[in-house]
């Protein structure tokens, strides 16, 4: 089993910046993809961002230029940059561990 334990989201303005970390236990291998996931009111989880061991990464279009996700193996650890937020940023964010483990989700709100 893999546990996922988040902290950071909150609210802020839009314009804002904040900042989500994901911290991993368990039964790790270090390199396995990470990444944050997200899901507002009425709409169906998506991808924001993953990172591979490589430190390669993807990115879900409405976030390039904005949000950067960032790893560090050694202390199994994700953070999640999002910077210049906007009002449909709002969600509840969620850490990803391939290939089904999550955590139990923080919640992003930026007002107008």
């Known amino acids: 089993q893999v546990q996922l334990v988040e902290s950071g989201g909150g609210l802020v303005q839009a314009g804002g910046s904040l900042r989500l970390s994901c911290v991993a236990s368990g039964r790790i291998v270090s390199t396995n993809v990470m990444g944050w996931y997200r899901q507002a009111p009425g709409k169906q989880r998506e991808m924001v961002a993953r990172?591979?061991?490589?430190?390669?990464?993807n990115y879900a279009d409405s976030v390039k230029g904005r949000f950067t996700i960032s790893r560090d193996n050694a202390k199994n650890t994700v953070t999640l940059q999002m910077n210049s937020l906007k009002p449909e940023d709002t969600a509840v964010y969620y850490c990803?561990?391939?290939?089904?483990?999550w955590g139990q989700g923080t919640q992003v709100t930026v007002s107008s």
């Open positions: 990172i591979f061991y490589s430190g390669n990464t």
């Open positions: 990803w561990y391939y290939s089904d483990y």
